[in-house]
């Protein structure tokens, strides 16, 4: 039954009795742009900016970067893109902020807090200016998400910078334990939210993603992790704004039935696995999902919670 669905896997993400999911590809470099955007999706779920500002000397100008991000609308015309924006800081430095010293990087200055100093605010201002005017200038759908976000003010004055410029749909990455855990609140300020499961695995659990030896604590399948999941999902069913996953837990196919079973409205994921998930997906129905979805929160550790569902 898979084999067969895998190899009619095509069009819009849906469950075997037609529940919509929307499947979307992350992107985090030019040179990937052709191969992500010939996969079969309804578009962009991620995309990565930071190969703009890392590794160069000084920042990319605006003109710079409305071409860049053009070209990305250009390649998903008619479909839909979400920018995330520069999430540098920590351990990703940039050469031209002054970053100062950082006991714990991972805990720091990272993603939209950069945005705290007046040298973070005029980056973070140049790209919203770069993104409005490369989205008007290809009509795209795009929208724009926010790194690293820990409390609902925090969701709440990206959306409105955001709108400022421009930005009709602005969201928050769920990535911090504290914004799961307040997704309710987070989502009254802005229009959608995107779980980080690679961070929000990592916070949760207290677990150094660059760490190998913690590999099983950054399991995806924790089910600390799905509880937090659960709750953003829930959040976003009773707001009736989309909650997605653009972490890494979306490209596993029997995980990404759970996380639909949780509640999430779409997944984004590496544009390779975008075939085997939809083909998981479209023998399961809605139901089963949640079914799923059940079984992995009541485990004891990842590895029972990927047994009980493998199992189901
Ligand atoms: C994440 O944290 O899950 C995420 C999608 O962002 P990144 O991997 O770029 O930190
Ligand atoms: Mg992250």
Same mark, same amino acid.
């Given at each position: ?89 920590? #351990? ?5 902020? #002054? ?51 820990? *409390? ?132 399961? *129905? ?27």
């Amino acid at each position: 039954k898979r084999a067969a669905a895998l190899a009619s896997s095509r069009g819009p993400g849906r469950t075997a009795d037609g529940h919509a999911v929307q499947l979307l590809v992350n992107l985090g470099s030019q040179a990937d742009l052709a191969a992500a955007a010939a996969v079969d999706s309804e578009g962009v779920g991620l995309f990565r900016t930071e190969f703009l500002f890392l590794d160069r000397e000084t920042a990319p100008t605006v003109d710079e970067q409305v071409e860049a991000y053009g070209q990305v609308f250009a390649a998903f015309t008619g479909r839909k893109v979400v920018v995330r924006t520069l999430d540098a800081g920590a #351990d990703k430095p940039l050469a031209f902020v #002054d970053h100062g010293e950082e006991p714990n990087p991972a805990l720091g200055v990272r993603g939209i807090r950069l945005a705290r100093t007046e040298a973070g605010a005029a980056l973070l201002d140049g790209q919203l200016t770069a993104i409005a005017a490369a989205a008007q200038r290809h009509s795209a759908d795009v929208w724009v998400m926010a790194p690293m976000v820990a *409390t609902p003010g925090e969701a709440a004055a990206f959306a409105d910078r955001c709108r400022a410029h421009g930005i009709l749909t602005a969201g928050t990455m769920i990535e911090v334990p504290a914004a799961a855990l307040r997704a309710s609140r987070v989502l009254e300020g802005c229009d959608f939210a995107s779980l980080g499961t690679n961070d929000l695995g990592q916070y949760t659990l207290a677990a150094d993603r660059m760490n190998g030896s913690l590999a099983e604590l950054l399991d995806p399948w924790q089910p600390a992790l799905l509880d937090l999941v659960s709750l953003a999902a829930e959040a976003g069913r009773e707001a009736e704004k989309p909650v997605g996953v653009c972490g890494e837990a979306a490209s596993d196919p029997l995980l990404a039935c759970v996380l639909v079973g949780l509640g999430v409205t779409s997944l984004s994921m590496a544009p390779t696995a975008v075939a085997a998930v939809r083909a998981e997906l479209s023998t399961r *129905t809605l139901s089963d999902c949640a079914g799923m979805a059940a079984e992995a929160l009541h485990a004891e550790d990842a590895a029972q919670a990927r047994r009980l569902v493998a199992a189901y």
